[in-house]
């Protein structure tokens, strides 16, 4: 078995997290460049923490805060020049996963002379240092190797790959996340859940990621009454901090396994109808399974019994209380994005690949019928 | 919840990974001091896997192959003497949990001016890079942040403490087990198992050093009936495959919530009775999870599960079958040892800390009667 696992992300978790560990944040330069939203970092108290915890340290920085969500190649060009003319020396990255995949990028394209042709494709030899302030607990973006670009080219979505770009701090305050809107929480978890499952049908699935994996779909399983609850007001601190800590979790396995072909799969439901990213993972996880649970059940195993399921059903029935009514894609669109599919990536890791037709399948079975 | 998760050791593991992984030496230095004990790794192939890679890599090295069992604070003195003489920049340490260690202590001496009165107290800025190739599977060093040396003044063990010294780079090739003894076999795979469950009854036990720790539980136990059997002459590469990530993994776990007094009593069982480490943990183990049962019975359930045990006489009569007849200790050595173990670091980490009669109890059950 031949095996690479790696996972150099210092996680740091708790109230109050960024102020009480700003020494650790002293390694990593002189000058931050803050990448964040407009908005939410400001309110919810992360930007305040993390500036904060600059000035203990007698960092100084340069607030970018127009990143926005499924950030594009261009996007990551502008930040880079931004980041480029301000002279800082680390990128601190505040909000979901795009802001911080939008740090990743412009950490890398600081200090390499890239095109959108070579940016994807180049091993790269330095990057700025990044550290991650997860403000939604869903990609995991804090602790993975992945900058994950919308690409108009491709019309789908494009990965800058490399151990360089996994954060070395992640600041996991679950406080950030307490006033998260109710389909925000739910696709987020749905994501992270996604890349613990996926990441236990990974061909590179190890002994390391799966203990971490299993251990990550338990605290989901562990926060599924609340969020079955279906209103974010009643999500109490306890749970979203399982949350957090779950998000982390999938993004520490796929940065080792990969995600799979529900990812691959779900790209086009979120490119061409708009499907938020964690949403249309959760629409296919199931129907995935049930194509798994076929091929090969005793892979599935240990991620029911994670689950607390008795049968792929039982995990369906699970998401499904999540998920509400799903939308419902055409024939055409459903061969379409079959052929799609069969070109990303994922599929070389999926242990259990499924070919052209079983992927209409499993759209039609998920999200079959317009 | 308050967590701060970290483990920045690269693992490669599978045959010839030495070889096939070389260039990601590269990066440690010009030139490497190799440390290992005098026999087993020119044996065994793990000297020449790394002399062949760092000749790949055009660095040079200086060859220091007089590590013992159990190293002394003299010994880390020795061995750092020499190294700062070869003017090595990087150590590769190769052999068991004694050859790392003692090349930890030489790595963190060669780059601070330290007496043994401060050595195990002062906190490092800098250490020379450290890759580790562990030839048995038990100590977990490769992934840890300790080097543990006998400590002739405490009359016990000591710990050097550092992130820093957490190897860069662990090379898990199992051929280089084939041959070790049943005994160290086995013993050293009670130390993997023990500081599996260990981890997970320490305070500072996370979801992510939980779900680590239960597949390192998992794994042991699917080695189990091998172990069991009684002759090294049947472990298979598969098994022996198992043991070394069990190992890493036990490592992986204690470098996030150190070992507890599992370890802090066995140490007594070594100093004093030349009881080997692994199976000093391996003898209290059993003790130990039954005086949690009568505490906070919830606790020992997963490693009950993972173990594939209903009780905690199930998991002992696993340990049992490998343990054999046990040492036996004097009424006067119990009492002795009880209150050597109430002094030890390890109870502050403990999550369900016996007292002095608890501890004396232990002991008896699990070697009283001389």
Redo the contacts between chains.
């Keep these: 078995?031949?095996?690479?696992?790696?996972?150099?992300a210092?996680?740091?978790?708790?109230d109050n997290?960024v102020r009480d560990?700003a020494a650790l944040m002293r390694a990593l330069g002189d000058k931050a460049f803050i990448i964040t939203g407009s908005g939410s970092a400001k309110k919810n108290g992360s930007l305040d923490d993390s500036l904060a915890a600059l000035s203990a340290n007698k960092q100084s920085c340069t607030l970018f805060d127009k990143a926005l969500p499924n950030p594009s190649i261009e996007d990551a060009y502008g930040a880079a020049e931004e980041l480029k003319r301000s002279g800082c020396d680390f990128v601190l990255a505040i909000g979901g996963g795009s802001s911080i995949d939008l740090g990743k990028a412009a950490a890398v394209l600081a200090c390499n002379d890239l095109t959108p042709e070579t940016l994807f494709s180049t091993p790269l030899k330095k990057v700025l240092p990044i550290a991650a302030v997860p403000t939604t607990a869903g990609t995991g973006s804090e602790a993975t190797n992945y900058s994950i670009l919308t690409n108009t080219v491709t019309e789908s979505k494009s990965s800058i790959t490399s151990p360089l770009i996994i954060p070395r701090l992640g600041f996991?305050d679950a406080r950030y996340t307490y006033n998260l809107g109710y389909n925000t929480t739910v696709n987020t978890a749905l994501d992270a859940l996604s890349h613990s499952v996926e990441s236990l049908l990974s061909i590179k699935s190890?002994?390391?990621t799966?203990?971490?994996?299993?251990?990550?779909i338990?605290?989901f399983r562990e926060c599924l009454p609340a969020l079955q609850n279906g209103r974010s007001a009643i999500i109490e601190p306890a749970v979203r901090?399982?949350l957090l800590?779950?998000a982390?979790?999938g993004g520490?396995v796929i940065a080792n396994t990969g995600t799979i072909i529900v990812h691959g799969m779900g790209y086009s439901l979120t490119y061409f109808k708009h499907i938020d990213h964690g949403r249309a993972n959760g629409l296919l996880l199931g129907s995935y399974l049930d194509f798994v649970s076929k091929k090969d059940p005793a892979k599935i195993e240990p991620i029911l019994k994670a689950m607390g399921a008795q049968s792929v059903g039982d995990f369906e029935a699970a998401l499904n209380s999540l998920l509400g009514v799903r939308e419902k894609l055409s024939e055409d669109e459903i061969k379409d994005f079959a052929v799609r599919a069969g070109r990303v990536l994922h599929l070389k890791v999926t242990a259990v690949p499924p070919g052209i037709p079983d992927m209409e399948a499993i759209y039609r079975r998920a999200v079959g019928g317009a």
Tied chains: 1, 2.
């Design positions: 078995m031949k095996i690479n696992y790696y996972m150099p210092q996680i740091v978790a708790g997290c560990n996991l190890s002994p390391f799966e203990g971490l994996a299993l251990s990550g338990r605290i901090e399982k800590l779950a982390a979790i520490m």
